[in-house]
């Protein structure tokens, strides 16, 4: 397993140029798309040359697009039916023979199942980057047994915390294929100052106002049933959540909200595009995962300058420790109420930390170096390629 201190050299520099399709089916927006985005994006000018084909069930209008092409990277989405993984794998097939990638980088379940091996089929090498595992009901273990099988055949496997490598070492991928490379952050735009985030949100500008935000999918993965649980348990103060994000728990969510009396205290903003510039409007972020990679809502809070509380799970505590962060048990609605509650007793306290975060963010997280690593991993699979058998499709 190569963890991130493995030597590499920055990727501006003349040598031979590398072109690297990523393949993914997006959501709306997440974690896992605003990776794919820095990674296409950022590398202009350098000697990777990005595209990215978008699996989109439905229709070519979908807003991961957007802002590929507002940065001129080449983006190819492949419009299927749902479960049309033929006409998927057929229309993959295609754009790899008319591009000829070096690499093909899959990300998520669905490319790392259905479309690594057309690539394979092809004699392309390929890269995966494990994002996370949800974990939850049967079908996602069914998809996550899946995934995990599919890696054994990838060419280079990327976790992006230590735990997720630790668990793919425990499922039998080949520690050589293994390579630890956390995520990173530039900020694509400024954020707003408080008075115009909170406009915004629509929350009471004052300052003996708290304001609570979270932001992610409305998942179960993501913990917002931890969140209101936790809100519940709040002393009496003057405080708003603001809940940034939609998924499919959204509507018990609500209810359950009402049920526990929250009432308007908590509001539900769906997805909004640009929420990292907003992070300003909150007095605390909380993050109440009970699984993670590397999650980038954090990075987003660290560069806002915002006290953050987090659950202690995943790539977590490798981003933020005590020093810079509130770090609580998963799944402690108590422990999470608790660590609100000590941000608002002690602001002081919780500014030096939200300080120290975001020089953390600046000196750990560099865009540059991790661009290099992903480099020397496409490299690495590119030398070995023809020597490589084309696996099963």
Known sequence: MRDRREAVSLSRGPAARLSVLHVLAPAAYGGLEAVVQALAMESAGSRVVASVAAIIPGTAGHPFLAGLRAAAVPAFPIVVAPRAYLQERAALAELCERLRPDVVHTHGYRAD????????????????????FTGGGWRNRCYEWLQLRAFHRCDAVVAVSRPLAQRLSRSGVPAERVHVIPNAWRAA??????????????VPSRRDHFCIGWVGRLSDEKGPALLLDALARLPVFPWTACVVGEGPARRALEARAARLGLGERV???????????LYPAFDVFVLSSR?????VVLFEAMAADVPIVA???GGVPD??????????????PRALAAGIWAVYCDAAAAARRASAARVRLEREF????????YEAVYRTVRAGAPTSRPGPA
Do not use: C, K
């Open 189 to 202: 735009a400024p954020p707003l100052d408080r008075a115009a985030a909170r406009q915004v949100l629509g």
């Open 311 to 313: 659950t202690s799970v």
């Open 319 to 332: 981003v933020v420790s005590g020093t810079e962060a509130e770090l609580v048990a998963p799944g402690e």
């Open 267 to 277: 509001r539900w903003y769906g997805g909004v595009a640009g929420a990292r510039r």
């Open 366 to 373: 560099d865009v540059e170096r991790w661009l290099a690593r």
């Open 291 to 295: 699984t993670e990679g590397t999650p």
């Open 113 to 132: 199942v259905v479309d690594a091996g057309v690539a394979r089929r092809l004699g392309i090498p390929v890269v995966t980057t494990v994002h996370g």
